[in-house]
Structures are given as C-alpha cells and as structure tokens.
C-alpha cells in the first residue's frame, strides 16, 4: 500500500473532525494513538505522563483540526507536531510547578527556621568575640574588672554598684568610664 493512501484516508478524517464529527475523532484516534503515544513516551519518558499528553493532543487537534492544511504537512506529521508540543509544554509545566513548590517549600522552611536561634555564622562570631572580650577583660585592674562587670552583668547602676561595694560614688564612675575606655581600645584591635 503506498503512502498517499494512508495519507488521503487520515485527511479525509481530519476534515470530518474540523467539522466536530465525534465518530471522526474516535476513528482518527483508534488508527493513530498507539505511534503519537509511542511519540508522547519519547518526548516526556513517562508512560503516565505520555498518556496526559496524548489526551490534550487529541483535545488540541479536535480544536485545530480546521487549521490543518494537507499542502504544508501530512497528516501524522502536523499531528506529531501537536503531540511534541503538548509534551514539551507538559515538562514545562512540571518544571515550573517543582520550582513553584520548591519555592514555597524554601519559605516555609525560612520561615519556619527563621527567628531568635543563632545560624552557625552567628555563633563563630559571638564566640570570636566573647574570647576578645574576655581578653581585654583580663587587662583591667581587679577592681576596676570587678565594677565594670557587675555594671554590665547585674545591670547595676552606678548608685547601686557604690552602695554595694562601699565606694563613692565618683569613684565607681569613673572606674566604669576608665574601664570601657581601656576595653574599646582593646576591642578594636581583635576587631
């Protein structure tokens, strides 16, 4: 049997599916399904998906049937077309909707993760810190280490560190002042 036949046979059908024949769409699918299927399987490599594909193929050609000129193509070409298409535009579809759900995964994870607990980074430098701190800490004069410290840790005030320690007033405070001084200078070194 020589091509054109097979050719004549499928346009003809495709006419009558232009024309919204039911019976036309079932006979076209019936003798093309199983090599556009064969099709669909190597554009998206699933059988399950291939069958989605299929199915909005045959959707697309019972729409477009009417656009179908037998002069430019024949017609398990233009329906191969259709069919490479509606795949592509499935893996397409699949790859948008994964990054889609990947992006909404990846925010409900930052916001899940996302709060008052330190990253790793955080935690590096607090401790890089607190070992340059406790460094400058060991520079101050005993009293003066002790004043500042309680000032900081307690959140004394001033009164209340002279009242404490039994000292004046003045002296507590410029032991504080003395202190952070000689801390900052200290500080900036490690920085």
């Not at 046979?9 to 399904?33: G, M, Q, T």
């Not at 045959?58 to 193509?73: E, H, K, P, V």
Request: net charge negative; aromatic share 6%.
């Amino acid at each position: 049997m020589n091509s054109e036949a097979p050719d004549a046979e499928l346009i003809a059908l495709l006419d009558r599916v232009a024309r919204h024949e039911h019976a036309a769409l079932k006979d076209l699918y019936e003798r093309c399904s199983p090599k556009l299927f064969g099709l669909a399987v190597r554009v998206v490599s699933q059988r399950e998906w291939a069958e989605d594909v299929l199915q909005e193929a045959f959707l697309t050609i019972w729409r477009a049937a009417g656009d179908y000129r037998a002069s430019l193509s024949p017609p398990m070409a233009w329906m191969g077309l259709i069919v490479r298409s509606r795949g592509l535009d499935f893996l397409r579809r699949r790859t948008s909707d994964r990054t889609t759900v990947t992006q909404e995964l990846d925010d409900v994870l930052s916001e899940t993760l996302e709060g008052d607990t330190p990253n790793p980074m955080d935690t590096t430098q607090a401790s890089q810190q607190a070992w340059a701190l406790h460094q400058c800490m060991t520079r101050l004069e005993s009293r003066q280490r002790e004043v500042v410290s309680l000032a900081y840790l307690r959140d004394l005030s001033h009164g209340e560190l002279a009242e404490q320690l039994k000292l004046p007033l003045g002296t507590v405070k410029t032991w504080i002042r003395r202190g952070l001084e000689q801390l900052r200078v200290c500080m900036a070194r490690f920085a």
